[in-house]
């Protein structure tokens, strides 16, 4: 079987390849920017057909798929963090929504039937009412930022394709995940980095935070992706579903954690530039 991941380079494609690799018999398909990171596929380079293309380049995309006729699609790429959507929200949009529309179009035009998955976001849900817990995939969807606009737009745009052209698309949406390779700027890598920095005295014993108070359902990123393949195996097009673990911490609980296996006594200390615009208080 012909697998091709976007975003194969980032945190969550890289686990998706290594998960592949692992199970056997798949041809495993990548692409890259000129300026695409690769530390995080190092380990697998021997293993897998990495090939130059810009998502957001439809003609490229288009020659990409044309020449690898892949059998399924797992669609990662995206700029993927929330705060960098605040200050960069066009290209975010770009990115995620006419990134996706280029495969989508590829897929189309070159009359090839791939099962795809797209990495939705438990972004999507936004605003939700204390009687809506837990979320269903039926919840109304109200984005608060604009990394999750652009995550509703991928999601009704693969449904769109599905009835519109009949497209093999599995909609997913994907709560928070961590585990090895998680880019430093997210909360958990953030915070265990800061403490890493303070034992090792390169900071002062007094780690920088945000919003301490939201909620959110963290999975194993390596779970996360078993849950990608298995929604290909037993998904049904045109459906969407939510992946998470079911269960809800404060970030506040995830930093005691992390503080309890500090090796020094270290001053929690908030700081307004972490703080977002509008903030997601549960998800």
């Not at 998706?16 to 190092?42: C, M, P």
């Not at 700081?271 to 903030?279: E, F, L, Q, V």
Request: hydrophobic residues 35%; proline residues 5%.
């Amino acid at each position: 079987m012909k697998v091709l991941i976007t975003g194969i380079t980032g945190f969550v494609g890289s686990h998706l390849a290594d998960f592949l690799l692992e199970k056997g018999g798949i041809e495993v398909y990548g692409i890259e920017r000129w300026r695409s990171r690769t530390e995080n596929i190092e380990h697998i380079k021997d293993k897998i057909a990495l090939m130059g293309c810009d998502i957001r380049d439809a003609s490229s995309v288009k020659k990409l798929i044309k020449k690898i006729k892949p059998e399924r699609i797992f669609h990662l790429a995206a700029q993927s963090f929330v705060p960098t959507s605040w200050h960069a929200p066009q290209e975010t949009l770009t990115t995620n929504i006419i990134g996706e529309l280029n495969v989508f179009e590829a897929v189309r035009e070159l009359g090839v039937n791939p099962l795809i998955q797209i990495a939705g976001s438990s972004e999507e849900y936004g605003l939700v009412k204390e009687d809506e817990l837990p979320i269903k995939e039926t919840n109304p969807l109200r984005p608060l930022s604009p990394y999750a606009v652009s995550k509703v737009g991928q999601d009704l745009l693969g449904y769109q394709y599905y009835k519109s052209y009949g497209l093999n698309i599995i909609r997913t949406r994907g709560f928070n995940h961590s585990g090895p390779r998680r880019g430093e700027v997210f909360v958990c890598s953030d915070f265990a980095k800061q403490i890493a920095r303070i034992e090792k005295k390169k900071q002062k014993p007094v780690i920088s935070v945000g919003n301490l108070e939201a909620i959110r359902d963290f999975t194993d990123v390596r779970d996360m992706v078993r849950a990608y393949w298995l929604a290909t195996e037993k998904g049904k097009p045109g459906e969407v579903y939510n992946i998470c673990s079911g269960k809800g911490y404060k970030i506040k609980e995830v930093l005691d954690i992390l503080l309890g296996l500090a090796k020094e006594k270290i001053e929690i200390k908030k700081d307004p530039k972490r703080m977002r615009p509008s903030d997601v208080p549960v998800l």
